[in-house]
């Protein structure tokens, strides 16, 4: 009976710790759900019609998908450098938007960038001049 109520602690304390982790292991994103919340917010937004509606939510997955694949490959490749993660982001935010400008039209291409667009356009093009500059005195540094 000593030696039980000995380990019964150890054994809680495992148990705790073990639950612990497993609540702290985030679930993986659900692409296709966000995909289609998005594509959702953006009718109602934009009051895109059903063809629209179904090209915005086509690219939305694709796109999404595609970027979460490249993410998982840097993951795997214990790749460490946070800024290699926002250049893949900003790859694919960049692609999704290229496509949004074919799918609607001037006015909801207008709204749209109101609604925040043009504010994560800009910084990605801010990073983006940044990037190069960094890339052109390295360049002249080795040469």
Known sequence: M???LKILPL????ASVSFRA????PEPPDIEAIAEQEADRLQS???LDGGQVFYVDSTLKHDYRAMD???K???ESKVSNTSIYIAVQDKWMEAIDQSFRKIFTPDQWDEYLKGGAAKQQKARDKRRAKAEAAEARLRKALE
Do not use: H, P, Y
């Open 11 to 14: 054994a809680l304390i495992a």
């Open 69 to 71: 694949d490249e993410m």
């Open 2 to 4: 000593n030696k039980v």
């Open 73 to 75: 490959a840097l993951r």
């Open 45 to 47: 937004l934009l009051e």
């Open 22 to 25: 497993a609540a702290q292991e």
